[in-house]
Every structure is written in C-alpha cells, then in structure tokens.
Nanobody, 125 residues
Framework: QVHLVESGGGLVQTGGSLRLSCAASGRTFNYYAMGWFRQAPGEEREFVTA????????YYADSVKGRFTISRDNAKNTVYLQMNSLKPEDTAVYYC??????????????????WGQGTQVTVSS
C-alpha cells in the first residue's frame, strides 16, 4: 500500500499558474505509475494526466494538453503537476493516484489505485 499526500493548491486568477505536489510513502515509489485526477462539485472524478514509473510514458486529457505538465522525481518519491494558463473550468479538487506500472493503460479511469486526500484549486475569472 502507498500513502499519498497532495499539496500546492490554492486560489489563482485566470491565466495564472500553480504547481501541485504529491508525496508518496510506503511501498517503493518507482513501482507505481502516477496520475492526477480532478473533481468539480456535482461532477464525476475525471482524468487529468498520468506518468509511468520511468517517466517514459505520459498521457494528458485533451482539456489540459499544452497547459499542464506532469513530472516525477523518484529520488524524492514525489510527482508534480505544473498548471499554466489556468481557466475557471480548471476549478476542482485535484487528487493524486498511484497504481502498479503494469496498469498504466487503465490510468484514464478512476476505478483503481490508491488516492490522496485532495487539494483544492480555485481559478477566479
């Protein structure tokens, strides 16, 4: 089992930037593919981006492509989400997810893996 703690959320104006972090503890971090999901009020949790254990494979949702960048530092057991050109529709609670690297092809669904507690991102217009 892996324990995940997100940080870095906050309030930002349209066009601004935020960097989220997700620190992992427990089992070996580089065993896991890591992902970010988000959930707005009244909406289902949706996929944002994912990265394989080595960092060689990365997926993005179309809605964030070109604006968000996922990265990981296996020495620090941390995955990051750099969010630029933020829009009001990016407002949500952002969750970190971990699942075995062999499951990376499942990363676009919220069904599997371990979750953090979430961090709120609010983009004002």
């Amino acid at each position: 089992q892996v324990h995940l703690v997100e940080s870095g959320g906050g309030l930002v104006q349209t066009g601004g930037s935020l960097r989220l972090s997700c620190a992992a503890s427990g089992r070996t971090f580089n065993y896991y593919a890591m992902g970010w999901f988000r959930q707005a009020p009244g909406e289902e949790r949706e996929f944002v981006t994912a990265i394989s254990s080595s960092g060689d494979t990365i997926y993005y949702a179309d809605s964030v492509k070109g604006r968000f960048t996922i990265s990981r530092d296996n020495a620090k057991n941390t995955v990051y989400l750099q969010m630029n050109s933020l829009k009001p529709e990016d407002t949500a609670v952002y969750y970190c997810n971990a699942r075995p690297d062999v499951m990376i092809e499942t990363m676009r669904t919220a069904r599997f893996g371990s979750w953090g507690q979430g961090t709120q991102v609010t983009v004002s217009s």
